[in-house]
T-cell receptor, first 115, second 114 residues
């Protein structure tokens, strides 16, 4: 049972345009959501996060939106740059699971930004 | 600060062989994790530790054992490797309870079992 879903495996956008990466979840107990970015042959790196008590968090070119009623979050990258080409993982935290920081990850979306 | 380091980076094993993957972090983090990543799959938690001397099972623990004898190190062992354990293994660490939930990842170990 996949609790965090990234249904689109890939996305291609033109440099300078907006990239919108989507993530859906099924567990209403998730209280914190994170986006990680991964380049080939490297480990994932933290990008941005949002608490379930908020509906938006912004950090430079990156904005994450959370719609709790729809159990949906999205990552917006504006403007997109070729260096943003990577795999993006959505992750969610369920509290009281023994390890306070235990995360459930989606399968990832491969973003390609065309020059 | 080296962050999270993993040894080795690559390894090829034959079915039935054993090996240990080493993860080390120099950030004084309490929590450490082992994940595996397979094509078309997200990161799946194998085992984790909430402090020195403690370990717990994650989502896919079968065929693996772990130990956390020192706070900075987290070892993942394969006692009898199987082809199904061919994967990329990532170690991660985080500050722990009460802090922001960001996990810091190592560069990964690519393991092939033939």
């Amino acid at each position: 049972d996949q609790q965090v879903k990234q249904n689109s495996p890939s996305l291609s956008v033109q440099e300078g345009r907006i990239s919108i990466l989507n993530c859906d979840y099924t567990n209403s107990m998730f209280d914190y959501f994170l986006w990680y970015k991964k380049y080939p042959a490297e480990g994932p790196t933290f990008l941005i996060s949002i608490s379930s008590i908020k509906d938006k968090n912004e950090d430079g070119r990156f904005t994450v939106f959370l719609n709790k009623s729809a159990k949906h979050l999205s990552l917006h990258i504006v403007p997109s740059q070729p260096g943003d080409s990577a795999v993006y993982f959505c992750a969610a935290r369920q509290p009281y699971t023994g390890a306070n920081s235990k995360l459930t990850f989606g399968k990832g979306i491969t973003l390609s930004v065309r020059p | 600060n080296a962050g999270v380091t993993q040894t080795p980076k690559f390894r090829v094993l034959k079915t039935g062989q054993s090996m240990t993957l080493l993860c080390a972090q120099d950030m004084n983090h309490e929590y450490m994790y082992w994940y595996r990543q397979d094509p078309g799959m997200g990161l799946r938690l194998i085992h984790y530790s909430v402090g020195e001397g403690t370990t717990a099972k994650g989502e896919v623990p079968d065929g693996y054992n772990v130990s956390r004898l020192k706070k900075q190190n987290f070892l993942l062992g394969l006692e009898s490797a199987a082809p199904s354990q061919t994967s990329v293994y990532f170690c991660a660490s985080s500050l722990g309870q009460g802090f922001f939930y960001e996990q810091y990842f190592g560069p990964g170990t690519r393991l092939t079992v033939t």
